[in-house]
């Protein structure tokens, strides 16, 4: 079993900053993805930033030169850095893991539990 444990979120003002953190922890063989969605009320959830197998990494449209996701390799954790923050960033943001427990192919997808981020104006 896999657990995805999220920390960071909660209320900052426009323009100001958060940092997300994620840590994967349990059975890992490799992980293919991990990142960061969001879900804000009455839309889809839909990719903030992430991390492939080998290091590439991709953002959304609007968070690049915004958002940064990091990682620690060691302790199977990813970081977002959040600065500039809009009001439309609101949102719940979920991390978001592809992970394979043992050397089979097979790709398991797990998710966080969820944190709360709302941006004032």
């Known amino acids: 079993q896999v657990q995805l444990v999220e920390s960071g979120g909660g209320l900052v003002q426009a323009g100001g900053s958060m940092r997300l953190s994620c840590a994967a922890s349990?059975?890992?063989?490799?992980?293919?993805?991990m990142g960061w969605y969001r879900q804000a009320p009455g839309k889809q959830r839909e990719l903030v930033a992430g991390?492939?197998?080998?290091?590439?990494?991709n953002y959304a449209d609007s968070v690049k030169d915004r958002f940064t996701i990091s990682r620690d390799n060691a302790k199977n954790t990813v970081y977002l850095q959040m600065n500039s923050l809009k009001p439309e960033d609101t949102a719940v943001y979920y991390c978001?893991?592809?992970?394979?427990?043992?050397?089979?192919?097979?790709?398991?997808?797990?998710w966080g539990q969820g944190t709360q981020v709302t941006v004032s104006s």
């Open positions: 991390f492939r197998s080998g290091g590439m990494t």
């Open positions: 978001n893991a592809e992970i394979r427990t043992t050397m089979a192919l097979r790709v398991y997808n797990y």
């Open positions: 349990g059975t890992i063989f490799s992980i293919n993805f």
